[in-house]
C-alpha cells in the first residue's frame, strides 16, 4: 500500500507542478519578443567585441561583418517587436484567471492525487505501526518497548549518578570510566529510546508524544553535558547533570504513567 | 638534559563556565570582524559565510589554549554570539545595496536616512531570535531535525574528548574537502565546479541539466541527512528531469525561435528556471510550511505550553527552567512590531500611518512564516532560501505601501535579517543540544548581542557605496569590483514590480502543492520539494550522492559506527569547504 502511495504522490507532484509552472500564453509570448531581443543583441555584442580584439584577422573581421550585417535585419525586428509590448506587465489576477482556465483541471487532478496518496501513505503507516508495537503481528524480535526501556534507562542513569555521588577520592582518571558509561547510555539507551518516535505517536498521539520527548529529550541534553563536564574536568557539573539527565527520565516516566491512565 | 614531568592534571572546581565575559567579549569581536570583511565578500562575490564554524575553531584555540580555563559550552556561547551577530553581513548585504542601485536611475530614491533601516535590522534581528523560542523544542527535540552544520560546529567543539580516531577523522575529511576546494579555485583550476554532461556532450540541452557540483560541503550535508534528504533530491530530478523536457516538449517554455541562429537553450534553461520553476518552489515552500504548522500544532502546542510552564516555575528544579519564557516571544514580537512601525514611518514620508501599521504586521507574520520555512529547510539540508523569501516580503510590502521602494527594501533588510537569524540560532541551539548547552543561556547570549552586527553591516555598506566616484557608485558596477549579485537581483525584480509582473499563479499553485504534499506523513516534505525546485540540479544532486551513500552504509553498519565514523568524516567536509572558502576569499581581496 505504502509503495502504491509513493506513485500516487509522485504522479500526483508530476503533474500538479508541471500545469503549475505553466505560463500563460500572453506571457511566453512577451518572454519570447524579449528573449529574441536578448539574445540578438547579445550575438552583435559579441561578435563587435570579437572584432575589435587585437589579434582577430582581417579575415575574421570580414566574416564578422558579414555576419553582423545578416543578423541586422533580425535585430531590427526583435526592436520593433519589443517596442510594440506595452510597458506594463500582464496584470496579476489576468495571469492568475488566465492560467486556472487553461490549466486548472489537470492542476487539480494532480493536486487531488497527492492528497489521495498521502492519505494512503498515513493509513499504510498507521497499520505498521500498530502491527510492530511489541506483542504486534509485525513486531521484531529486538523490538524496544518504549515503556520498559525508558524504566531501565532512567535506573540505569540514576545508579550511576549514585555511584559518582559516592566517589570520595576524585580525579581526573577517574571521570574517565564515568565518561564511557555516559557514551554507552546515550548509544545502547537514549537513542534506540528516540528512535521510538513513531512507535510512540501510534501509541499516544502526536500530543503525548510531546509531552513524552519533551523531558526524555532535557535527559538527552543533560547525558550530554555531563559527558562535556567531564571532558571539562569538572566534576561538580557532570554528577549534578547526571542528576538532572536522572530527573528529566522520571519525569518522562511520570508523563508515560499521566498518558496510560488517561487511555484506559 | 632532562625534562620536567608534566604536571598531573587537576579537576577544575566553581562554577561551571558557560555565559563569561571572556566568551562574551571574543564572540561580540569575532563576530563584529567577520561582518565587517563579510559584507565586503558579499559585495564582491555574491555569497557571505556563516560564522559558526571559524568562532568555534577561534574560540577553541583563544578559550582553551591561551586562556587555559574554557570549558566547551563556553566555546559554545562564543561561537553562538559571533555567529548572530555575523548574521547581519548576509541580512544587510542581500537587500540595502538595492536601493544604492536603483537610485542610480531613480535619484529621488538618494540621500535616505540609515537609521530607520538600522532600526529595522535591529528589530528584524529581535524577531528571529524570540520566533525560534517555540521552534526549538519543535524542531530539535521533536522533528529531531538533523541541521548539518550543527553536527559539524557540535563535532568540532567536542573534539577535546573524541578520542584520537574521531579527531583524526574529522582531519581527514577536513583534508580531502580542502584539497578539492583548492583544486576548484579558479586561481588553481586543476577541476571544474561543476561535473556537466551538458558540457561533454553539446547534444544534452541545458534545460536537461546532467551535472554534479564539486561540494563536499553539500556531499556531506548529504551524509548527515541520509533518508530523510531524498524527497529533496526527488524534487530536483522531477524539476528539471521531467517537468523542464516536458515544458519544452509541448511549447510551454519560452523559446524565441533562434535555434538555428545561436544555442538558445541555455537562455531557455536560465527563463524556465527564473519564470517557471523558481517562483513554482517559493509556493511550494510557503504552502509546504503554513500546512506543516498546521499538522504539528498539537506539538506546537506542547512546546508553548513547556514555555509557560518555564515563564511560571522561576527557580524550580525542573528541566522546564532551562527554556525562555514565552512572555519574551510576545514581548519581543510586540515591541520588534513597533520598532518596524516607526523605522517604516520614519523611513519615507509617504508612508500613512494605516499603511505603517500593515507593513508592520505584514513584516512580523511573513518573517515568522519565512524564519519557520528557513530553519526547517536548513534543518533538513543545511541550504537555506533566504533570498527568496526576502523577495516575497519585499513583494508584499511594494504593494501594501503603493510602491513604495524604500519602504519595501525596509522591511526586506528586517525579513532578511530575522529569518537569517532564525536559521542560525537554530543551527547553534542543536549544536548546543549536542554539547549540553542551557538553551536559555543561548537564546539569552545571541537576543542582547546580535543586533550590533546590524549598524555594523549598514555602516559597511554606506562606506563602501561612498567609495566611489563622487562618493558614491562605490558597488553594484563591474569598474568598481563590486558587482553586488544579491542586490542587482533584488534591483531587477523591483523594477519587474513596478511594472507589475509578480507571477500570482505560481505562488498560488505552488502552495497548493504544498499543502497537499503536507498530508503525506512525512514532516517537511513540501519544504524539500520546494526547495529543490528553488536550487540548480548540480547542488542537490550532489546532495542526494551524500544522502545515497549515507544509507547504503547504514544499512551495512550500526549506529554506534554511524555516529563515531560518518559523523566526524561529514563534519570535517563541511568545515573544510567553508573555511577553505573563506579562506581564498580573503586571499582574493587581498590580491586585489
Given at each position: 500500500?505504502?509503495?502504491?502511495?509513493?506513485?500516487?504522490?509522485?504522479?500526483?507532484?508530476?503533474?500538479?507542478?508541471?500545469?503549475?509552472?505553466?505560463?500563460?500564453?500572453?506571457?511566453?509570448?512577451?518572454?519570447?519578443?524579449?528573449?529574441?531581443?536578448?539574445?540578438?543583441?547579445?550575438?552583435?555584442?559579441?561578435?563587435?567585441?570579437?572584432?575589435?580584439?587585437?589579434?582577430?584577422?582581417?579575415?575574421?573581421?570580414?566574416?564578422?561583418?558579414?555576419?553582423?550585417?545578416?543578423?541586422?535585419?533580425?535585430?531590427?525586428?526583435?526592436?520593433?517587436?519589443?517596442?510594440?509590448?506595452?510597458?506594463?506587465?500582464?496584470?496579476?489576477?489576468?495571469?492568475?484567471?488566465?492560467?486556472?482556465?487553461?490549466?486548472?483541471?489537470?492542476?487539480?487532478?494532480?493536486?487531488?492525487?497527492?492528497?489521495?496518496?498521502?492519505?494512503?501513505?498515513?493509513?499504510?503507516?498507521?497499520?505498521?505501526?500498530?502491527?510492530?508495537?511489541?506483542?504486534?503481528?509485525?513486531?521484531?524480535?529486538?523490538?524496544?518497548?518504549?515503556?520498559v526501556k525508558l524504566v531501565t534507562t532512567a535506573a540505569t542513569v540514576r545508579t550511576l549518578y549514585g555511584v559518582m555521588s559516592d566517589v570520595k577520592a576524585r580525579s581526573v582518571a577517574g571521570l574517565e570510566p564515568f565518561k564511557s558509561q555516559v557514551e554507552a547510555i546515550i548509544q545502547n539507551d537514549i537513542e534506540p529510546l528516540i528512535e521510538t518516535k513513531h512507535q510512540v505517536i501510534g501509541r499516544f498521539g502526536m500530543a503525548g508524544f510531546a509531552q513524552l520527548f519533551g523531558p526524555l529529550s532535557g535527559a538527552e541534553r543533560y547525558l550530554n553535558r555531563a559527558w562535556v563536564a567531564m571532558v571539562d574536568r569538572h566534576w561538580d557539573e557532570a554528577q549534578n547533570s547526571l542528576d538532572r539527565a536522572a530527573q528529566g527520565l522520571e519525569d518522562t516516566i511520570a508523563e508515560l504513567e499521566t498518558l496510560k491512565l488517561a487511555k484506559t | 638534559m632532562s625534562t620536567l614531568p608534566a604536571p598531573p592534571e587537576r579537576l577544575v572546581t566553581g562554577p561551571y563556565r558557560e555565559i563569561t565575559i571572556p566568551a562574551v567579549v571574543l564572540g561580540v569581536l569575532l563576530g563584529a570582524l567577520m561582518t565587517a570583511a563579510f559584507v565586503y565578500i558579499a559585495l564582491k562575490l555574491g555569497f557571505s559565510m556563516p560564522g559558526s564554524t571559524v568562532a568555534a575553531i577561534l574560540g577553541f584555540g583563544l578559550l582553551r589554549g591561551v586562556l587555559k580555563n574554557g570549558t566547551i559550552v563556553e566555546n559554545n556561547i562564543n561561537q553562538t554570539i559571533a555567529s548572530g551577530v555575523n548574521n547581519a553581513s548576509a541580512g544587510i548585504s542581500f537587500t540595502l545595496p538595492a536601493l544604492f542601485i536603483l537610485s542610480v536611475d531613480n535619484p529621488a530614491l538618494a540621500n535616505f536616512d540609515p537609521v530607520p533601516f538600522i532600526l529595522a535590522a535591529m528589530a528584524g534581528t529581535f524577531m528571529g531570535v524570540v520566533i525560534i523560542i517555540p521552534l526549538r523544542k519543535q524542531m530539535i527535540e521533536f522533528e529531531r531535525l538533523r541541521f548539518p552544520s550543527g553536527i559539524a560546529v557540535a563535532a568540532i567543539l567536542k573534539s577535546p574528548g573524541a578520542g584520537p580516531r574521531q579527531a583524526k577523522l574529522l582531519m581527514w575529511g577536513f583534508l580531502i574537502a580542502t584539497a578539492f576546494t583548492v583544486m576548484i579555485q579558479g586561481e588553481v583550476g586543476l577541476i571544474p565546479e561543476e561535473l556537466s554532461l551538458n558540457h561533454l556532450i553539446p547534444s544534452i540541452p541545458e534545460y536537461f541539466p546532467i551535472a554534479l557540483s564539486i561540494s563536499f560541503a553539500s556531499i556531506g550535508a548529504g551524509l548527515l541527512s541520509g533518508m530523510g534528504g531524498l524527497p529533496f533530491v526527488l524534487g530536483g530530478i522531477l524539476a528539471w528531469w521531467v517537468i523542464a523536457p516536458i515544458a519544452v516538449g509541448a511549447g510551454w517554455a519560452a523559446d524565441p525561435g533562434l535555434g538555428e541562429v545561436m544555442a538558445q537553450d541555455g537562455w531557455q534553461a536560465g527563463s524556465m528556471y527564473l519564470t517557471m520553476l523558481r517562483p513554482l518552489g517559493i509556493g511550494i515552500l510557503v504552502g509546504g510550511a503554513l500546512a506543516g504548522v498546521v499538522a504539528s500544532f498539537p506539538a506546537l502546542k506542547a512546546a508553548f505550553k513547556s514555555l509557560s510552564v518555564a515563564a511560571r516555575s522561576g527557580a524550580i528544579g525542573g528541566n522546564s527552567n532551562d527554556e525562555m519564557s514565552s512572555r519574551v516571544l510576545y514581548i519581543g514580537l510586540a515591541a520588534s512590531a513597533v520598532a518596524l512601525f516607526v523605522a517604516a514611518m520614519l523611513a519615507?514620508?509617504?508612508?500613512?500611518?494605516?499603511?505603517?501599521?500593515?507593513?508592520?504586521?505584514?513584516?512580523?507574520?511573513?518573517?515568522?512564516?519565512?524564519?519557520?520555512?528557513?530553519?526547517?529547510?536548513?534543518?533538513?539540508?543545511?541550504?537555506?532560501?533566504?533570498?527568496?523569501?526576502?523577495?516575497?516580503?519585499?513583494?508584499?510590502?511594494?504593494?501594501?505601501?503603493?510602491?513604495?521602494?524604500?519602504?519595501?527594501?525596509?522591511?526586506?533588510?528586517?525579513?532578511?535579517?530575522?529569518?537569517?537569524?532564525?536559521?542560525?540560532?537554530?543551527?547553534?541551539?542543536?549544536?548546543?543540544?549536542?554539547?549540553?548547552?542551557?538553551?536559555?543561556?543561548?537564546?539569552?547570549?545571541?537576543?542582547?548581542?546580535?543586533?550590533?552586527?546590524?549598524?555594523?553591516?549598514?555602516?559597511?555598506?554606506?562606506?563602501?557605496?561612498?567609495?566611489?566616484?563622487?562618493?558614491?557608485?562605490?558597488?553594484?558596477?563591474?569598474?568598481?569590483?563590486?558587482?553586488?549579485?544579491?542586490?542587482?537581483?533584488?534591483?531587477?525584480?523591483?523594477?519587474?514590480?513596478?511594472?507589475?509582473?509578480?507571477?500570482?499563479?505560481?505562488?498560488?499553485?505552488?502552495?497548493?502543492?504544498?499543502?497537499?504534499?503536507?498530508?503525506?506523513?512525512?514532516?517537511?516534505?513540501?519544504?524539500?520539494?520546494?526547495?529543490?525546485?528553488?536550487?540548480?540540479?548540480?547542488?542537490?544532486?550532489?546532495?542526494?550522492?551524500?544522502?545515497?551513500?549515507?544509507?547504503?552504509?547504514?544499512?551495512?553498519?550500526?549506529?554506534?559506527?554511524?555516529?563515531?565514523?560518518?559523523?566526524?568524516?561529514?563534519?570535517?567536509?563541511?568545515?573544510?569547504?567553508?573555511?577553505?572558502?573563506?579562506?581564498?576569499?580573503?586571499?582574493?581581496?587581498?590580491?586585489?
Amino acid at each position: 500500500m505504502k509503495a502504491i502511495a509513493i506513485i500516487c504522490v509522485m504522479v500526483g507532484v508530476g503533474v500538479a507542478a508541471a500545469f503549475g509552472s505553466r505560463n500563460i500564453n500572453e506571457v511566453r509570448d512577451r518572454q519570447n519578443t524579449v528573449g529574441r531581443l536578448q539574445l540578438l543583441g547579445g550575438a552583435v555584442e559579441a561578435l563587435e567585441a570579437e572584432a575589435a580584439e587585437t589579434g582577430t584577422t582581417a579575415e575574421r573581421k570580414t566574416a564578422i561583418a558579414a555576419e553582423i550585417t545578416a543578423l541586422a535585419p533580425k535585430l531590427a525586428e526583435a526592436q520593433a517587436a519589443k517596442a510594440k509590448i506595452p510597458p506594463e506587465a500582464v496584470e496579476a489576477s489576468t495571469r492568475l484567471s488566465g492560467w486556472f482556465s487553461a490549466n486548472g483541471l489537470p492542476f487539480s487532478a494532480g493536486v487531488l492525487l497527492i492528497i489521495f496518496g498521502g492519505l494512503l501513505a498515513r493509513r499504510a503507516d498507521k497499520t505498521a505501526m500498530q502491527a510492530a508495537l511489541p506483542g504486534g503481528v509485525g513486531a521484531k524480535k529486538d523490538a524496544v518497548d518504549f515503556g520498559v526501556k525508558l524504566v531501565t534507562t532512567a535506573a540505569t542513569v540514576r545508579t550511576l549518578y549514585g555511584v559518582m555521588s559516592d566517589v570520595k577520592a576524585r580525579s581526573v582518571a577517574g571521570l574517565e570510566p564515568f565518561k564511557s558509561q555516559v557514551e554507552a547510555i546515550i548509544q545502547n539507551d537514549i537513542e534506540p529510546l528516540i528512535e521510538t518516535k513513531h512507535q510512540v505517536i501510534g501509541r499516544f498521539g502526536m500530543a503525548g508524544f510531546a509531552q513524552l520527548f519533551g523531558p526524555l529529550s532535557g535527559a538527552e541534553r543533560y547525558l550530554n553535558r555531563a559527558w562535556v563536564a567531564m571532558v571539562d574536568r569538572h566534576w561538580d557539573e557532570a554528577q549534578n547533570s547526571l542528576d538532572r539527565a536522572a530527573q528529566g527520565l522520571e519525569d518522562t516516566i511520570a508523563e508515560l504513567e499521566t498518558l496510560k491512565l488517561a487511555k484506559t | 638534559m632532562s625534562t620536567l614531568p608534566a604536571p598531573p592534571e587537576r579537576l577544575v572546581t566553581g562554577p561551571y563556565r558557560e555565559i563569561t565575559i571572556p566568551a562574551v567579549v571574543l564572540g561580540v569581536l569575532l563576530g563584529a570582524l567577520m561582518t565587517a570583511a563579510f559584507v565586503y565578500i558579499a559585495l564582491k562575490l555574491g555569497f557571505s559565510m556563516p560564522g559558526s564554524t571559524v568562532a568555534a575553531i577561534l574560540g577553541f584555540g583563544l578559550l582553551r589554549g591561551v586562556l587555559k580555563n574554557g570549558t566547551i559550552v563556553e566555546n559554545n556561547i562564543n561561537q553562538t554570539i559571533a555567529s548572530g551577530v555575523n548574521n547581519a553581513s548576509a541580512g544587510i548585504s542581500f537587500t540595502l545595496p538595492a536601493l544604492f542601485i536603483l537610485s542610480v536611475d531613480n535619484p529621488a530614491l538618494a540621500n535616505f536616512d540609515p537609521v530607520p533601516f538600522i532600526l529595522a535590522a535591529m528589530a528584524g534581528t529581535f524577531m528571529g531570535v524570540v520566533i525560534i523560542i517555540p521552534l526549538r523544542k519543535q524542531m530539535i527535540e521533536f522533528e529531531r531535525l538533523r541541521f548539518p552544520s550543527g553536527i559539524a560546529v557540535a563535532a568540532i567543539l567536542k573534539s577535546p574528548g573524541a578520542g584520537p580516531r574521531q579527531a583524526k577523522l574529522l582531519m581527514w575529511g577536513f583534508l580531502i574537502a580542502t584539497a578539492f576546494t583548492v583544486m576548484i579555485q579558479g586561481e588553481v583550476g586543476l577541476i571544474p565546479e561543476e561535473l556537466s554532461l551538458n558540457h561533454l556532450i553539446p547534444s544534452i540541452p541545458e534545460y536537461f541539466p546532467i551535472a554534479l557540483s564539486i561540494s563536499f560541503a553539500s556531499i556531506g550535508a548529504g551524509l548527515l541527512s541520509g533518508m530523510g534528504g531524498l524527497p529533496f533530491v526527488l524534487g530536483g530530478i522531477l524539476a528539471w528531469w521531467v517537468i523542464a523536457p516536458i515544458a519544452v516538449g509541448a511549447g510551454w517554455a519560452a523559446d524565441p525561435g533562434l535555434g538555428e541562429v545561436m544555442a538558445q537553450d541555455g537562455w531557455q534553461a536560465g527563463s524556465m528556471y527564473l519564470t517557471m520553476l523558481r517562483p513554482l518552489g517559493i509556493g511550494i515552500l510557503v504552502g509546504g510550511a503554513l500546512a506543516g504548522v498546521v499538522a504539528s500544532f498539537p506539538a506546537l502546542k506542547a512546546a508553548f505550553k513547556s514555555l509557560s510552564v518555564a515563564a511560571r516555575s522561576g527557580a524550580i528544579g525542573g528541566n522546564s527552567n532551562d527554556e525562555m519564557s514565552s512572555r519574551v516571544l510576545y514581548i519581543g514580537l510586540a515591541a520588534s512590531a513597533v520598532a518596524l512601525f516607526v523605522a517604516a514611518m520614519l523611513a519615507s514620508d509617504d508612508v500613512s500611518v494605516g499603511q505603517g501599521i500593515a507593513m508592520a504586521v505584514t513584516g512580523v507574520v511573513w518573517l515568522a512564516l519565512a524564519g519557520l520555512i528557513v530553519a526547517q529547510a536548513t534543518g533538513m539540508t543545511d541550504i537555506s532560501p533566504l533570498s527568496g523569501m526576502a523577495l516575497i516580503a519585499v513583494t508584499l510590502i511594494f504593494f501594501i505601501s503603493s510602491e513604495n521602494i524604500t519602504a519595501a527594501i525596509l522591511v526586506g533588510v528586517a525579513v532578511c535579517m530575522g529569518i537569517g537569524q532564525c536559521g542560525d540560532m537554530m543551527t547553534d541551539l542543536k549544536s548546543g543540544h549536542l554539547i549540553g548547552a542551557i538553551p536559555k543561556r543561548q537564546q539569552l547570549a545571541q537576543f542582547a548581542l546580535s543586533w550590533i552586527g546590524a549598524p555594523i553591516a549598514i555602516g559597511a555598506v554606506f562606506l563602501l557605496w561612498s567609495s566611489g566616484p563622487d562618493g558614491m557608485n562605490g558597488f553594484g558596477t563591474i569598474e568598481s569590483g563590486l558587482t553586488a549579485p544579491q542586490g542587482q537581483a533584488l534591483a531587477s525584480v523591483i523594477k519587474s514590480l513596478s511594472v507589475g509582473d509578480v507571477a500570482l499563479e505560481k505562488y498560488v499553485g505552488g502552495a497548493a502543492i504544498g499543502a497537499g504534499l503536507s498530508v503525506f506523513p512525512l514532516g517537511g516534505i513540501g519544504v524539500l520539494v520546494g526547495l529543490a525546485m528553488y536550487l540548480p540540479l548540480g547542488v542537490t544532486l550532489t546532495y542526494g550522492l551524500g544522502c545515497l551513500v549515507s544509507i547504503w552504509l547504514s544499512r551495512r553498519k550500526d549506529n554506534a559506527w554511524m555516529g563515531a565514523t560518518l559523523v566526524p568524516i561529514a563534519a570535517g567536509f563541511i568545515v573544510g569547504e567553508a573555511l577553505t572558502n573563506l579562506g581564498a576569499s580573503l586571499f582574493r581581496l587581498a590580491a586585489g
